[in-house]
């Protein structure tokens, strides 16, 4: 049955309204077609650009190892897993693939999810509730707010990697908890900066709170064997959830637990049990990548040599991981530098509100093992005049 008029006019005018005031703040965006060459370049609005604004640290979504596993999964096994992991989703390949990340983490047990997003949305609602209390890093990704906030559990905020301002926090808001759950990125991805995990784990084992970090940034490129945990191998992580979609060059997300913990959150996370599963060519690209970080540790190390590269060129502060975040403020002026940057065929998209906190606006630089020294040269160069100007 159609709506009656009124009703979507008003609709429309609604988003219309809301768009405008986007717009009229530098705010609004709009989707770019961008077809991905090879894990560097790309063309956008036809143009050949040399991106520094993809997450494909190793570029190894199009090494030959990790297209070829996935085109095999697929001829043998299909382009999709046809329904949720309970049902009839449950192919083989994802249990190997549990099983590989559990290893690399150091973890008992390991649950696949479709994406970040959906594993933090899962996880702690699965384990926290309406008694309990989450303290979440101001700047931590959206993904663990979101889950926070569905927890029905009170949310507190604690100043950026601040430890005594978590601990003040926890003096007096923990007694009154059931449990407590302290939720952080180990790598921050708008800022590159590491999550003091040693610090936090410390913290949590002193007033019996649960630690889980974002790691989606860190693996394969931090930590031994790349395992990252945000160089902490000694801290205590109960919880450590990652992706698949940056530096293993897939698509998906995980869990790393003990086996009771996983074996709760397969049979309770509702972003599992009520999504279809992640298809068979994700699971298959991803252990290739892991063959591929296994096999060459040199490569791992080199997006963060490259980034530091680019810092030194520019008298910054040496980069703590590949992201490098160059601060402009305004959002005008954030879009601005993009287009300079692209006029002179580099990709670094602007990051601004609400991804950012209002007046951070920024190029958010991502360097990968594949940029040549030169490029990373010509990029700080560019960066130079456009700070100076």
């Keep these: 049955m159609l709506q009656p008029a009124a009703v979507t006019d008003t609709l429309t005018a609604f988003a219309e309204s809301k768009l405008a005031a986007l717009d009229a703040q530098s705010l609004l965006r709009r989707l770019q077609p961008t077809r991905r060459e090879d894990g560097l370049w790309v063309e956008r609005g036809g143009r050949r650009l040399l991106s520094f604004s993809c997450n494909d640290y190793l570029n190894l979504s199009h090494h030959p190892a990790v297209k070829a596993a996935a085109v095999a999964a697929i001829e043998a096994h299909g382009a999709g897993a046809g329904a949720s992991r309970l049902v009839t989703g449950d192919h083989p390949l994802l249990a190997a693939l549990e099983a590989r990340l559990a290893l690399l983490k150091g973890t008992e047990a390991a649950c696949l999810f479709g994406s970040g997003y959906l594993a933090n949305t899962g996880l702690i609602p699965t384990l926290v509730g309406p008694e309990d209390v989450v303290f979440v890093d101001a700047l931590a990704h959206s993904c663990i707010w979101a889950g926070a906030r569905l927890s029905g559990a009170m949310v507190i905020a604690f100043e950026h990697n601040d430890v005594e301002d978590l601990a003040r926090r926890m003096v007096e808001a923990r007694p009154g908890a059931r449990r407590a759950l302290v939720a952080t990125d180990g790598v921050f991805s708008m800022d590159g900066d590491l999550a003091p995990l040693q610090a936090l784990s410390d913290l949590c084992a002193a007033h019996d709170a649960w630690l889980m970090t974002d790691d989606a940034h860190g693996v394969g490129v931090l930590g031994d064997g790349a395992g990252s945990a945000?160089?902490?191998?000694?801290?205590?992580?109960?919880?450590?959830?990652?992706?698949?979609?940056?530096?293993?060059?897939?698509?998906?997300?995980?869990?790393?637990?003990?086996?009771?913990?996983?074996?709760?959150?397969?049979?309770?996370?509702?972003?599992?049990?009520?999504?279809?599963?992640?298809?068979?060519?994700?699971?298959?690209?991803?252990?290739?990548?892991?063959?591929?970080?296994?096999?060459?540790?040199?490569?791992?190390?080199?997006?963060?040599?490259?980034?530091?590269?680019?810092?030194?060129?520019?008298?910054?502060?040496?980069?703590?991981?590949?992201?490098?975040?160059?601060?402009?403020?305004?959002a005008e002026r954030a879009l601005a530098a993009a287009r300079a940057l692209e006029d002179q065929g580099f990709l670094a998209v602007a990051i601004r509100p609400p991804t950012v906190p209002a007046g951070t606006a920024r190029l958010r630089l991502a360097f990968t093992a594949g940029h040549s020294d030169e490029a990373v040269a010509e990029l700080a160069g560019a960066v130079r005049r456009l700070l100076a100007a």
Excluded at 243 to 251: C, D, I, N, Q, R
Excluded at 260 to 270: E, F, G, H, N, Q
Excluded at 278 to 292: E, I, T, W
Excluded at 296 to 320: E, H, I, Q, S, Y
């Design 230 to 330: 945000a160089l902490a191998p000694d801290a205590r992580i109960p919880l450590q959830m990652g992706t698949l979609s940056k530096a293993l060059g897939s698509y998906g997300a995980y869990v790393c637990a003990s086996g009771p913990v996983v074996d709760l959150l397969k049979s309770r996370a509702r972003t599992l049990v009520y999504s279809t599963a992640l298809p068979p060519a994700s699971a298959a690209a991803a252990l290739a990548a892991l063959d591929v970080i296994e096999t060459d540790p040199d490569l791992c190390g080199r997006p963060v040599r490259k980034a530091r590269a680019f810092t030194r060129a520019l008298n910054l502060p040496d980069a703590a991981s590949p992201i490098v975040p160059i601060l402009l403020g305004d």
